[in-house]
């Protein structure tokens, strides 16, 4: 028997609990049954409560405290790959409470914001493939990988998450909905027809790019300046050419686009859903209902 999840992965500040939480309360307004794993060592705010929460297992406080109060002094980046590892070494841990789970549930996994486990470091890729393993869980998985929408400001930026989140679907090898978070910041600032073109990454974002006036201040001058300065490093042509590059290498792989979501818009939050569907393949697998049996779930909300 299959079972059906999604892995909310992106940078740190991308809204990735937020969107868990707006997931869960549009699974529950639609009566849909669904399973919140947090895998995230450090969180510790949430709208609805876990229901498998890794800090049962492992917290990364617990890790960062001081070796003589029984820690390990790592530092949060350490600390974290250190919980994930645990965890790999632990992974009963999630088969006791993932196993007795039924087809009609979507699995909601909240992931930590730290780049490095999707883009650098085998744990994610190793968690992915037991959860997906055949005779095992055998879950039917969609990655969701989180963009902040504030990224298309600067194209710089944009082009480097763009890379992190095609890293990431490279890495982990399972299907991918990648989403241009915290829409309702940027409605304002940027027109509708400017953020399509954000939707589809491709080279010609760079060719009107407002950051770059025309008049960028030579290689020398900018040493004679000051080389050191981070203003002179992003004004060089240096820099500009590892953007175009980068942009050259995500247009050249076509594997990214992207979905807008705002999550104080339930259908916004209904159809990045209809997409994680589709890709695990969720209502394929669900029983056909019959008239009678919607009438009898109405009168037993009542």
């Known amino acids: 028997m299959s079972k059906f999840g999604v892995v909310v992965m992106g940078p740190a500040g991308a809204g990735k609990t937020t969107f868990c939480s707006a997931l869960i309360q549009h699974l529950r307004h639609n009566k849909r049954s669904c399973f919140y794993v947090n895998l995230d060592p450090a969180a510790e705010d949430f709208a609805y409560?876990?229901?498998?929460?890794?800090?049962?297992?492992?917290?990364?406080?617990?890790?960062?405290?001081?070796?003589?109060?029984?820690?390990?002094?790592?530092?949060?980046?350490?600390?974290?790959?250190?919980?994930?590892?645990?965890?790999?070494n632990n992974l009963q841990f999630l088969d006791k409470e993932l196993d007795p789970l039924t087809e009609e549930y979507l699995i909601i996994i909240d992931m930590p914001g730290q780049i490095e486990l999707y883009t650098h470091i085998p744990v994610i890729p190793a968690l992915v493939k037991h959860l997906t393993q055949t005779g095992a869980l055998n879950v039917n998985l969609c990655a969701t990988y989180l963009l902040e929408s504030t990224f298309v400001i600067d194209r710089a930026k944009y082009f480097a998450?763009?890379?992190?989140?095609?890293?990431?679907?490279?890495?982990?090898?399972i299907p991918h909905v990648n989403v241009l978070s915290k829409m309702d910041l940027v409605k304002g600032s940027v027109s509708r027809k400017e953020l399509k073109r954000f939707l589809d990454p491709d080279t010609s974002l760079l060719d009107d790019d407002p950051s770059?006036?025309?008049?960028?201040?030579?290689?020398?001058?900018?040493?004679?300046?000051d080389s050191s300065a981070t203003e002179t490093v992003m004004a060089g042509g240096s820099f500009k050419r590892l953007n175009r590059a980068v942009a050259q290498l995500i247009d050249d792989f076509?594997?990214?686009s992207f979905l807008q979501l705002d999550v104080q818009n339930e259908d916004s939050v209904g159809a990045v859903l209809s997409y994680i569907d589709n890709a695990i393949q969720?209502?394929?697998?669900?029983?056909?209902?019959?008239?009678?049996?919607?009438?009898?779930?109405?009168?037993?909300?009542?």
Request: hydrophobic content about 40%; glycine content about 8%.
């Open 49 to 88: 409560e876990p229901d498998l929460d890794i800090k049962d297992l492992i917290a990364l406080e617990d890790v960062m405290e001081d070796p003589a109060q029984g820690g390990m002094g790592l530092g949060p980046n350490g600390g974290l790959i250190y919980c994930f590892e645990f965890l790999l």
């Open 282 to 302: 969720y209502h394929e697998a669900q029983e056909p209902r019959e008239p009678n049996d919607e009438l009898e779930n109405i009168w037993e909300d009542r």
């Open 161 to 173: 998450g763009t890379l992190s989140a095609m890293s990431a679907m490279i890495m982990l090898e």
């Open 212 to 225: 770059d006036t025309g008049a960028a201040i030579s290689t020398a001058q900018n040493r004679a300046i």
């Open 254 to 256: 076509s594997m990214v």
